[in-house]
């Protein structure tokens, strides 16, 4: 199974989903968009897509002539019958590509989270028997309207939209369940002294959120790349099928 990964920033890897992707026996094509990077214009070739997170706003294409294009690799895919996930930004070009808007968010969320699951998530094949959900890593400063026809499956009281189904396989999570220590590690070091001034209480104790929460957010999120992985399986094998 080939998985098409679009990486949107040097420091966003696909961490702990990638390595749920080998596990369950899965080969990503990992693309750079912002290095130059070419998309494939159709889904040919990779039998799923995984997008994931960066700084960039999702609305913003002329500050990101590439965003159009990770738009119609994802509706590709989707039109395909392809599994798609799509990891904070990710998830917002999603619900971008599927007809929903992109807007900066109020409440800024940086550090583990408490997210809640819906009731709907409880028969969604993707988080059903993985609730209560653990705290799960965030740093996004923008939100999404879920696409007409998607299903909320998680939420909270800060950013309303956490985690949406838009259809078999096609999953957006506006959290960062993919993160290792190293990758946060990573986000720290790079940021600003502005930034660390806004988000005092998080720079001062995320090694303990991460000695705390990772554990947890550990295996969540390799249940969860699993299950994902299962249906590119499924999927892939029902087109050989056919």
Request: charged fraction near 20%; glycine fraction near 12%.
């Amino acid at each position: 199974m080939k998985i098409l990964t679009l990486q949107n920033n040097d420091r966003t890897p696909s961490g702990l989903i990638g390595a749920a992707i080998a596990e369950a026996g899965g080969v990503e094509d990992v693309r750079f968009p912002e290095h130059g990077d070419a998309v494939p214009a159709d889904a040919a070739g990779h039998d799923g897509l995984l997008v994931l997170g960066g700084v960039q706003f999702a609305g913003d294409d002329d500050a990101h002539p590439y965003l159009p294009v990770e738009l119609a690799a994802i509706r590709a895919f989707a039109a395909a019958g392809k599994p798609v996930l799509g990891i904070c930004l990710g998830a917002q070009l999603l619900a971008r590509a599927l007809g929903g808007t992109v807007r900066r968010h109020h409440t800024p969320e940086v550090g583990f989270t408490a997210i809640e699951a819906t009731e709907a998530a409880a028969a969604d094949p993707l988080l059903q028997g993985l609730t209560p959900l653990p705290k799960l890593m965030h740093w996004h400063y923008d939100t999404f309207d879920l696409p007409q026809g998607a299903t909320l499956l998680a939420t909270n009281g800060v950013c309303a939209n956490q985690a949406f189904g838009a259809g078999p396989g096609l999953y957006g999570l506006q959290f960062h369940l993919e993160v290792s220590a190293e990758i946060v590690e990573g986000w720290a070091d790079m940021v600003s002294e502005e930034t660390r001034g806004r988000f005092p209480g998080f720079f001062a104790t995320y090694r303990d959120q991460l000695a705390n929460g990772l554990p947890g957010a550990a295996v969540f999120a390799r249940q969860v790349g699993l299950r994902w992985m299962e249906m590119v399986r499924a999927q892939a094998e029902g087109r050989r099928a056919a």
